[in-house]
């Protein structure tokens, strides 16, 4: 019981109304002790009897195929956190919402005092750096996934080095191009994810040393859904006939391809960011030119690492850490993910 309502964020009294079909609970609390149930089973052969354990908060504002991909990839990393045993607890959304983000901080280890640390990716916006730095004084360390905040005093950021994938999709983009003409398309999810800002900049600045007469299109506030980007660039593909490549930075690539569809564009090149199943099926039949990939089963590890460090549970202090990206094309997509 004691599990379940940590796990859910309520009280022992309504977890117990809830699993005995009491009245005077709301749905929402039906959802969330339904929801820490899956949770529970899904990590109890992670957890060791006699270890210290661990709660940490995944809170994740990103597209539900990239937060369900770091999901599992995070969940196949629990019993690696030796001496102690680890337990997650999820807070996704699709929207980057600041209000929200700073709710979810806030209500992270109110109840019962059971977090451990704190995994997030969120805007990098002053009111959520002010809720990490609230976290890290009551002592629950915060690591930044993928995304970093500026002076929030995080204990650790963990993913891809942005500057050097916008530097790399340059290089690619501008030789597979080459002496042909035409302009770049790039898509961002949010201006104010400072990673996709960093990967913007350094694609920019790199395009223009590279190949100085192409034009960047951007497209940004898209939240990475599907059906915001396509209105977007059938927009915008309207009114630059001269696109012939894409850099997208955000996802959504299954509806940029659908988008240049519609208005019966062709597209030399498509980079693209992570492996997720969208573009796994994409990169298998050529749709994709290539994907600027990192490993989100060692970015987890890592998080981890940072956490268990910050408790004194590993030697060395929590550790800034930013991977190097891989480019993976349709000849060398990794074994274990590639689409059967």
């Not at 964020?9 to 079909?21: C, E, I, K, P």
């Not at 006699?50 to 990103?62: F, I, K, S």
């Not at 750096?129 to 976290?135: E, G, I, N, Q, T």
């Not at 080095?161 to 898509?187: C, F, I, K």
């Amino acid at each position: 019981m004691d599990d379940i309502a940590s796990q859910a964020q309520l009280s022992r009294a309504t977890v117990d109304r809830v699993l005995h079909g009491r009245p005077g609970v709301s749905p929402r609390a039906v959802r969330a002790v339904e929801q820490a149930l899956l949770d529970l089973d899904r990590q109890q052969s992670q957890l060791r009897l006699g270890a210290r354990t661990l709660v940490l908060d995944v809170v994740m504002q990103a597209p539900q195929r990239f937060s369900s991909a770091y999901c599992e990839a995070l969940e196949a990393q629990l019993g690696s956190a030796r001496p102690a045993a680890l337990r997650a607890r999820f807070w996704f959304g699709e929207h980057a919402d600041v209000d929200d983000a700073v709710a979810t901080l806030n209500r992270v280890g109110t109840r019962g005092r059971t977090a451990h640390g704190v995994l997030l990716k969120a805007p990098d916006e002053p009111p959520v750096a002010d809720a990490v730095r609230r976290l890290t004084g009551r002592g629950i360390p915060v690591v930044t996934l993928v995304t970093d905040i500026h002076d929030s005093g995080r204990v650790a950021y963990v993913g891809l080095d942005n500057r050097s994938a916008g530097a790399t999709a340059a290089y690619l983009v501008a030789s597979w191009l080459g002496e042909r003409p035409g302009d770049v398309l790039v898509t961002l999810s949010r201006s104010t994810f400072f990673g996709e800002s960093e990967r913007y900049q350094a694609f920019r600045g790199e395009l223009r040393a590279l190949a100085p007469r192409r034009q960047i299109v951007a497209i940004t506030e898209t939240e990475g859904l599907d059906a915001t980007l396509r209105t977007l660039v059938e927009k915008e593909l309207g009114a630059h006939p001269s696109v012939v490549g894409t850099y997208s930075i955000g996802g959504g690539n299954r509806a940029i391809v659908e988008a240049f569809a519609t208005v019966g564009r062709a597209r030399l090149v498509h980079v693209a960011h992570d492996l997720d199943q969208d573009n796994l099926e994409l990169l298998h039949t050529h749709t994709l030119t290539a994907v600027l990939h990192h490993d989100l089963h060692a970015d987890a590890r890592n998080a981890i690492r940072q956490i268990l460090r910050y408790h004194r549970l590993l030697a060395g202090a929590p550790t800034s850490s930013p991977a190097n990206v891989q480019v993976v094309t349709p000849f060398n997509i990794p074994g274990r993910l590639s689409p059967s």
